[in-house]
């Protein structure tokens, strides 16, 4: 057979072999393994990090006995049948038969060492049993040896093979029954092994994938879960965003939706469900619904993404009430791109260059400022953005709403604060007929892509450099909070850009508060809490610290130092 043509083998050509074996034959000779060698070969790069190798010794040990009583030596390896484990049973005898040091890390592949029973489990996925010149390597042909894979029993995964070795005239029918058996036993005691908060985690997570059919993840601090559905549309730089969603539910304890863009291109929203676990951890479940194809929109010479049919996103919602005549309010956090939106949507609407009334100047001149949004109003040609309403003060206010009311030009106002019955500029809010939220950076995962290259294309256009944005780097920018929105988004692309050594913005180049992502450390629940303040005040504040500060009641320095300690610097 050695003589022959891999490619031509058949089993047919060998009546008294069972056909696995020939194939297997077949796949050692394509793979190049020489029948004549007798080292098992060791990957360097071996780590063991797995679950199964953290609990694989000690559950290996418990079984000694039983595997010694069949006069053989096993051992476990992980999904690339690498051994896991310090061989137990009967293994001076092993040592003597193999002459080499058996340690984990040797690799007992079938395109490694040929045919043998862990080799032949992992490729047929399921117990198998290799005996005498059925190996292909022929130091082996006075062994039989076996192979049964083991599966979480939570999430059915394959995760290693039991292997258990005899001589070859100990070997017998009842062998690879009983090695199964153990394999069971082990199984149960990977299953005992999970802390209770992670049971029950589990437990959600299966009831989840039953109930729900399409795509479901589960995270907690040290666990990525996703099924196949799930795997078809979420790369591995959603799974930092997709952990961000998960801890901050856990945060809150309370079940969250949101709608988000991953990286493959797929509108999803997204159901997290958070799962009890204890302090210090979290644990949530996450649904993903991809949504209707949607429409692309146009704004400032980039093609971003729109709502769905039956849910127009901002931009969609301003051009509809402008083209309806409506002058239109837009609101939302400071930074959040407001004025640009407006200024945008207006150059579209017309040819003439729009005209900006900045409400926060008018204490300068409150009396001049009035005359110059009178005299623009009331002209029918010249659209108007009336910037910063919240900035207007009480004498003003029932004057200013009348303008806007009786406004003969295009006109879009802009505010960061919510309209409610004890704001001063309630009235001027009461206004507008189309009010419009302008969503905040964290919440327009779907586009945020398209603001980098935005903020990279006026960058280069100031001094001429090029930049671009790694993978990576995105995924770390799109888990971040920004408080500051497209602000600090400028801030810190223009600060990446001059770290970069090339014209790709790498990982590394970003802050450390992005590039190294969290310092690891558990955060107790007081710590947390902490945090999520510093974020929500910074949030309310545009991202200025001095007035975060004082709203929370606490001195610059004190600010500072928590925000380093919190990496939100």
Same mark, same amino acid.
């Given at each position: ?25 077949? /796949? ?48 476990? +390896? ?61 130091? +082996?042909?006075?062994?039989? +040896? ?48 999970? @802390? ?63 709608? /988000? /863009? ?52 901002? /931009? ?81 206010? +029932? ?50 892509? @398209? ?119």
């Amino acid at each position: 057979m050695l003589k022959q043509d891999a490619r031509r083998i058949d089993p047919a050509d060998f009546p008294d072999v069972r056909s696995e074996v020939v194939m297997s034959w077949k /796949r050692s000779m394509l793979a190049g393994v020489d029948p004549w060698d007798a080292e098992i070969p060791f990957d360097q790069d071996f780590t063991p990090k797995s679950r199964l190798a953290q609990v694989a010794q000690p559950i290996l040990n418990r079984l000694e006995d039983q595997i010694s009583d069949l006069s053989s030596w096993g051992f476990i +390896t992980d999904r690339a049948c690498r051994l896991l484990t310090v061989v137990v049973g009967d293994s001076p005898q092993a040592k003597r038969l193999r002459q080499v040091d058996l340690r984990p890390g040797l690799c007992f592949a079938e395109d490694a060492i040929g045919t043998n029973g862990i080799g032949c489990a992992h490729e047929e996925q399921k117990a198998f049993i290799v005996s005498g010149t059925e190996h292909f390597r022929m130091n +082996t042909e006075i062994l039989t +040896t076996t192979g049964v894979m083991i599966r979480d029993p939570y999430t059915k995964r394959y995760v290693g093979t039991l292997g258990v070795h005899c001589r070859r005239e100990y070997g017998s029918a009842a062998l690879l029954p009983l090695v199964t058996e153990i394999a069971r036993s082990m199984e149960t005691q990977l299953l005992a092994s999970r @802390a209770d908060g992670e049971r029950v985690f589990f437990d959600v997570f299966l009831r989840t994938q039953r109930r729900f059919r399409g795509p479901a993840v589960g995270i907690t601090r040290s666990l990525y879960l996703a099924n196949t559905q799930a795997r078809e549309i979420v790369r591995e730089a959603d799974e930092d965003l997709l952990r961000r969603l998960a801890e901050e539910a856990s945060v809150r304890s309370r079940p969250r939706t949101v709608r /988000r /863009r991953l990286s493959s291109g797929h509108a999803v929203t997204i159901q997290i469900v958070p799962v009890e676990q204890v302090r210090g951890d979290f644990a949530a479940v996450l649904t993903l619904e991809p949504e209707l194809e949607r429409k692309s929109v146009h704004f400032g010479g980039l093609q971003l993404e729109g709502g769905t049919a039956d849910r127009p996103d901002f /931009r969609t919602q301003l051009t509809q009430g402008l083209n309806a005549g409506h002058a239109v309010l837009l609101t939302g956090e400071r930074g959040t791109g407001k004025r640009f939106t407006a200024m945008d949507a207006l150059r579209q609407q017309s040819s003439i260059e729009p005209v900006e009334i900045d409400g926060s100047v008018v204490n300068l001149g409150p009396a001049e400022w009035l005359r110059a949004l009178r005299s623009v109003v009331e002209v029918l040609e010249r659209p108007v953005i009336l910037s910063h309403i919240e900035e207007i003060p009480l004498d003003l206010v +029932t004057t200013v709403a009348d303008l806007v009311a009786r406004a003969s030009c295009t006109l879009i106002g802009t505010t960061s604060e919510e309209a409610d019955e004890d704001s001063p500029t309630v009235f001027v809010h009461e206004s507008f007929p189309v009010v419009v939220p302008v969503p905040p950076l964290r919440d327009r995962a779907d586009e945020f892509a @398209a603001l980098c290259r935005s903020i990279l294309a006026d960058l280069e256009a100031a001094d001429g450099r090029t930049g671009t944005l790694a993978t990576k780097a995105l995924a770390a920018l799109v888990a971040g909070d920004w408080p500051g929105n497209i602000r600090q988004l400028r801030q810190v692309l223009a600060t990446s850009r001059v770290r970069a050594t090339g014209h790709e913005i790498r990982l590394g180049d970003l802050p450390p508060r992005y590039g190294n992502g969290q310092s690891g450390r558990y955060l107790g629940e007081m710590e947390r809490v902490e945090r999520q303040t510093l974020i929500v005040a910074l949030r309310e504040a545009g991202g200025n610290r001095n007035i975060a500060a004082e709203k929370l009641g606490i001195s610059r320095a004190t600010i500072y130092r928590k925000l380093k300690r919190y990496e939100l610097h």
